[in-house]
Each structure stands twice: as structure tokens, then as C-alpha cells.
């Protein structure tokens, strides 16, 4: 085993966490790009550039199993939510081979799969819909529906985007408004009730101006929106109202001048608890250290000192964040897991919240893994 030193925080506000283990998933130039929980937190599904899905203990970090199909790379997986399939244990993803699948967590086999076509790419997708049917899907230009019941495609949106639709997702507590976001710098509002089209369903449109990487609904009724681009800009929105309540275009150097540690290069995502209006952005540097960092979107807009930092874990972009913090059920608070990180190192890391006086260590197991037959280095920033 490969021992790893501990955290060193450098800001007394911060809080300490320290790296329990770390798991390489890969070799060579092949990495993470997404973790995501089942419902109950008995796993979490890994998104890697081998194209396959990896599931693990979030509370051991064992291996369970492997999903393998896709034939390019995958942009979003989610496991199944009570609203969209009474099935928990299914988990789907999404790839610019054109398809969405689903996939049967038990037994690691595909149970369905929907296709865009063969010369289609999807980036993202969202279960919702007044009646809890549909599925959305973000594409080259187009928003695709389909009834996830049957399969059948209900609508395709393609005068609202011109250009790869990065993100589409439902609102949560309005499920029949959907949300799309796209590398043309807009967002759109759609209400998906009735016969879907652009010219009668799209609600208003809000222009970033910039391409947008990923966005998220927060607040206690989330009318606020957040919006990080791929120039790393970070801005806050009433999406109801279509306001802009903060846009900060310089939100790196913000984030540098509030702590200690090296430049921000890049945001990872928005963390918000689910209570309260309260927002972090996490942001990372090319070395491999984070920092959750509180944003003030009120007035001129601010971000404050990290109030927790993972250091220690990484070498190289991290590119999912997993909080165990709001989870439901107790393996935060007994095994005193903060979350799980992933990055272009190719290793899942686990970081502890507490004082725990257990072992700082460092692991690489070449049991769980087996090796690809051939790396892809991808750009970060690009969406596909």
C-alpha cells in the first residue's frame, strides 16, 4: 500500500477532513467523470472514459460490479427516482452514441435503451413531466421527449437551440416545467404539458452569454437557478422572473483571493444542502486540491473563504463531487464520511468530516480493475 500524507488546512475556519482511502478505477490516461447515489446510498454508480459505469460501496469503497455497452463516451448517468420507475436499483445513462440506457444494477445487464439515431449525441437527461412520464433529452440542437413508458418519441424541440444542448432538466416541485441549457449561452423554460413545440410551450428564455456547462435549482422553493459555463463564470437567477440576481464573471479570482492554497483553475459544481437559500461553489486546481466555497449572490455578489478543503487525495482535475452530508439514513454520521471525489487521476477518493483518529491512507487495489484496451484523453471543457 501506498501511504498518503494527511490534509494540512491551511485557514482556521475551514473545517478539517481527512482522506480515508482512495481507489484508482482505471490506468493510464482514463478517468471519472461522474458519481452518482442510489436512493438509498447501498452504492454509487462511477462514470468512466472507458465507457463503462462502475458501481461501489459508498461506505467501504468495495467493488460491485460493472455496466458495459456504450460505444462512446458518456455524458450523465442517474439512478432511477421514485417519480420516474418504481425500480430503484435501475441506473441510466447517456452517451454521445446517441442512445440512453438502463441498466439493472443487480445484475449489471441492460434492461432497455432508447436511440436518437445513429449520427445523434445526447449530453443530458431528466425524468419528469406533469404525469411523471417523460423523459427529456439535451442533444445537437434539439430537446427530444419520449414517453419513458414505451419508448415512443412524443416531441423534438429545434428552433429554441442552435447549437449542443449541454443540460436539460425537470424543475423540482414543478415537474411539468422543464429547463435546457446550451453552449449558445441560453437557457429556456418550457412548459411540457399538452402537444410539445417550440412556438406554444417555450416560457421565456434567459441569455448567459456565454456556453454553459452545468446548472441546478436551489433555494427553499427553488425559483433560484445557478450557472457555471466553461469559461468558469458563475452567475445566480430567479428563472421564474427570468432576473439576474448575481453574474460573477471573475468568480476563479474570487475564489483564489480567499484562500491560501494556489490559483483556482476550474469549478467542479454547486453544492446546495437542500434547506435554506445557503450555496457553495467547489472549486479545484490543477494539482488536485478542493475547496467548498460560500457564494454571496446577494448585491454585487461574493465568494467567501472555504469552509472545508480536500487535499491530499488527487493529482490531477477533479470532476465529481459526491456530499454523503445530506444523505438519508446514518453512514455519515457513524462512519464520519464526508464524500467521495473523482478526477483525471482516475482514483475515487473518500474523505472523512470529523477528527476521526483512523489511518490516513492511500490505496490502489489492480484487483477490482481491469486494464482498457485503449485510453482517450478528453478536454475538460468539452461538453462532449
Same mark, same amino acid.
Given at each position: 500500500?501506498?501511504e498518503?500524507?494527511? &490534509? =494540512?488546512v ?6 478539517k477532513?481527512?482522506?480515508k @482511502?482512495?481507489?484508482?478505477? @482505471?490506468?493510464?490516461?482514463d ?6 447515489p ?5 452504492? &454509487?454508480?462511477?462514470s468512466?472514459?472507458?465507457?463503462a459505469?462502475?458501481l461501489?460501496?459508498? =461506505?467501504? +469503497?468495495?467493488?460491485?460490479g ?5 460505444? #462512446? ?7 432511477s427516482?421514485?417519480s420516474?420507475?418504481s425500480s430503484p ?6 452517451s454521445s ?5 438502463a ?11 432508447i436511440s436518437?439515431?445513429s449520427?445523434? =449525441?445526447? /449530453?443530458?437527461f431528466?425524468? +419528469?413531466?406533469?404525469?411523471d ?5 439535451g442533444?445537437?440542437s ?5 414517453d ?8 423534438c424541440?429545434?428552433?429554441s437551440?442552435?447549437?449542443d444542448v ?7 416541485d ?5 429547463l435546457?441549457?446550451? %453552449?449558445?449561452?441560453l &437557457?429556456?423554460?418550457?412548459n411540457t #404539458?399538452?402537444?410539445?413545440?417550440d ?6 428564455v ?5 456556453? *454553459?456547462?452545468?446548472?441546478?435549482f ?10 457555471l459555463?466553461? *469559461?468558469?463564470? !458563475? ?9 439576474n440576481?448575481?453574474?460573477? !464573471? ?6 483564489? #483571493? ?7 483553475d476550474?469549478?467542479?459544481?454547486c453544492h446546495?444542502? $437542500? ?10 486546481t ?6 467548498y ?6 448585491? =454585487? ?15 490531477g %482535475?477533479v $470532476? ?9 439514513? +446514518?453512514?455519515a454520521?457513524s462512519?464520519g464520511? /464526508?464524500g467521495?471525489?473523482?478526477?483525471e #487521476?482516475?482514483r ?10 483512523e489511518?490516513?491512507?492511500?490505496w490502489?487495489?489492480?484487483?477490482l480493475?481491469?486494464?482498457?484496451s485503449?485510453? $482517450?484523453?478528453?478536454k475538460?471543457? @468539452?461538453?462532449?
Amino acid at each position: 500500500m501506498e501511504e498518503a500524507a494527511a &490534509m =494540512e488546512v491551511e485557514e482556521p475556519k475551514s473545517k478539517k477532513l481527512g482522506l480515508k @482511502n482512495s481507489i484508482q478505477t @482505471n490506468f493510464g490516461n482514463d478517468y471519472v467523470f461522474q458519481i452518482v447515489p442510489k436512493d438509498d446510498w447501498s452504492s &454509487m454508480a462511477v462514470s468512466l472514459s472507458t465507457k463503462a459505469v462502475k458501481l461501489y460501496s459508498p =461506505e467501504t +469503497g468495495q467493488f460491485q460490479g460493472e455496466c458495459k455497452g456504450h460505444s #462512446d463516451t458518456i455524458n450523465q448517468i442517474s439512478f432511477s427516482v421514485s417519480s420516474s420507475s418504481s425500480s430503484p436499483h435501475v441506473l441510466h445513462s447517456c452517451s454521445s452514441d446517441g442512445t440512453i440506457r438502463a441498466w439493472d444494477t443487480r445484475t449489471f445487464q441492460q434492461v432497455s435503451c432508447i436511440s436518437a439515431g445513429s449520427y445523434q =449525441e445526447i /449530453f443530458s437527461f431528466s425524468f +419528469g413531466g406533469s404525469n411523471d412520464n417523460l423523459l427529456a433529452a439535451g442533444a445537437k440542437s434539439q430537446i427530444l421527449f419520449w414517453d419513458w413508458r414505451n419508448g415512443k418519441q412524443v416531441a423534438c424541440l429545434e428552433e429554441s437551440h442552435t447549437e449542443d444542448v449541454t443540460q436539460v432538466h425537470f424543475v423540482p416541485d414543478n415537474r411539468n416545467k422543464l429547463l435546457s441549457a446550451s %453552449v449558445d449561452g441560453l &437557457m429556456c423554460i418550457f412548459n411540457t #404539458d399538452g402537444d410539445i413545440n417550440d412556438d406554444d410551450h417555450l416560457e421565456s428564455v434567459i441569455n448567459v452569454g456565454t456556453s *454553459i456547462g452545468k446548472v441546478g435549482f436551489f433555494g427553499e422553493t427553488y425559483k433560484k437557478l445557478w450557472c457555471l459555463t466553461h *469559461i468558469e463564470s !458563475l452567475s445566480i437567477w430567479d428563472w421564474k422572473d427570468a432576473r439576474n440576481e448575481a453574474n460573477l !464573471l471573475e468568480a476563479r479570482s474570487l475564489a483564489s #483571493d480567499s484562500w491560501t492554497l494556489d490559483h483556482v483553475d476550474y469549478f467542479v459544481d454547486c453544492h446546495y444542502p $437542500r434547506e435554506g437559500e445557503s450555496l457553495w461553489v467547489i472549486g479545484g486546481t490543477n494539482a488536485g486540491a478542493l475547496g467548498y466555497f460560500p457564494v454571496n449572490y446577494r448585491g =454585487e455578489g461574493a465568494i467567501g473563504s472555504p469552509e472545508a478543503i480536500l487535499g491530499g487525495g488527487h493529482t490531477g %482535475v477533479v $470532476r465529481s463531487v459526491l456530499p454523503v452530508s445530506s444523505m438519508k439514513g +446514518g453512514l455519515a454520521q457513524s462512519q464520519g464520511i /464526508f464524500g467521495w471525489t473523482g478526477g483525471e #487521476d482516475g482514483r475515487l477518493c473518500c474523505w472523512l468530516s470529523d477528527d476521526s483518529t483512523e489511518i490516513n491512507r492511500s490505496w490502489i487495489s489492480s484487483a477490482l480493475v481491469t486494464k482498457p484496451s485503449k485510453a $482517450r484523453k478528453k478536454k475538460r471543457h @468539452n461538453p462532449y
